[in-house]
């Protein structure tokens, strides 16, 4: 029967030599060795290379046979639209080291995994990410959560990038602050020095791709308005003192008005109790003169009707006049 000898924490990819002999109450016998094959090593060079924009040739670098345990047997790849890939079902010798992908569409985003193998594995994974041919970014794509922070005088720009779907092509950014270029970055944020931190800022940042020839323009952000937090303070502060102003002038100008207001009807009042003493005088006086001019008429006519004549007084006072 045979012998099983387990054996732990080997290392994938690792050449093992294992030798065994026999032994007994006389002596050990002869060894005998067995080579196991591990893996093959990395892959290198992994690129890419257009033929035209709907065919792209892949091309790589056999792994180093020093770095490799045994022949390579061959290659397996997945292939397809980045979040899409399926395997490759392709018959890749070992002397071969390039492939051609046929039907591409323009300003898609495609991913190829590759990996060698031996009769003792699978090496490590390389990969690309590539473009048949790169477009402009999708129109009205909006640069999304431009935001700024300073860090004493460094202004942090920063912004949630474009997905390569969006983009069609491998993006790139350039800020503007004041409507002229500033910097450009392949990343999501950049570092602006140098900056005056009494005045405030309008930032905007630009996507473009290297289909774009340098008069085209990209797509742009909103202006974003940022302010260093010195000014920030201060306009708080210019805030309230003008709201407390509002409030102060809001007062004194209704004291001002409640006193032009009492003016003018002291002077109204003032001039109706004239009004009506002097119409009251006028009714005496008219009274008056009509008694009077009565007198004198019957002193004349002694038979003259006082009865009448109050009658008529009573209903026309101004006929006496």
Excluded: C
Aim: glycine fraction near 10%; charge should be negative.
């Amino acid at each position: 029967e045979g012998t099983n000898v387990p054996i732990s924490n080997l290392i994938a990819g690792k050449k093992y030599i294992f030798m065994v002999a026999a032994k007994t109450s006389k002596g050990i016998g002869p060894y005998v060795d067995n080579e196991l094959e591990g893996g093959p090593g990395k892959i290198e060079n992994l690129m890419t290379r257009s033929i035209s924009n709907k065919m792209v040739t892949i091309k790589w670098r056999s792994p180093e046979q020093e770095d490799s345990f045994g022949d390579i047997t061959g290659y397996a790849m997945t292939f397809g639209i980045l979040g899409n890939e399926t395997t490759l079902n392709v018959n890749i010798t070992p002397n071969m080291n390039e492939y051609t992908l046929i039907d591409l569409v323009p300003g898609v985003p495609y991913h190829f995994t590759i990996r060698a193998s031996t009769n003792g594995g699978y090496g490590e994974t390389e990969e690309i990410i590539f473009f048949s041919q790169e477009l402009a970014p999708l129109p009205n794509v909006i640069l999304r959560m431009v935001r700024g922070e300073w860090n004493g005088s460094t202004l942090i720009v920063s912004w949630t990038p474009l997905t390569l779907h969006e983009a069609r092509g491998f993006p790139f950014y350039i800020v503007y602050i004041d409507e002229e270029k500033h910097a450009n970055t392949t990343e999501s944020s950049i570092l602006l020095t140098g900056l005056d931190t009494s005045k405030i800022y309008t930032v905007q940042v630009e996507v473009r791709t290297r289909f774009l020839n340098p008069l085209e323009m990209g797509e742009f952000s909103n202006d974003v308005i940022i302010a260093p937090p010195e000014v920030e303070d201060s306009k708080d502060s210019s805030v309230v003192g003008i709201a407390l102003g509002g409030v102060l002038g809001g007062v004194l100008g209704g004291i001002l008005v409640g006193i032009v207001i009492g003016a003018v009807g002291t002077l109204l009042i003032t001039k109706l109790l004239t009004w009506r003493s002097k119409r009251k005088g006028n009714d005496q006086q008219n009274e008056d003169n009509i008694y009077e001019r009565t007198a004198m008429k019957m002193e004349r006519n002694p038979a003259y009707d006082e009865v009448n004549l109050y009658e008529k007084v009573e209903e026309h006072p101004k006929a006496f006049n």
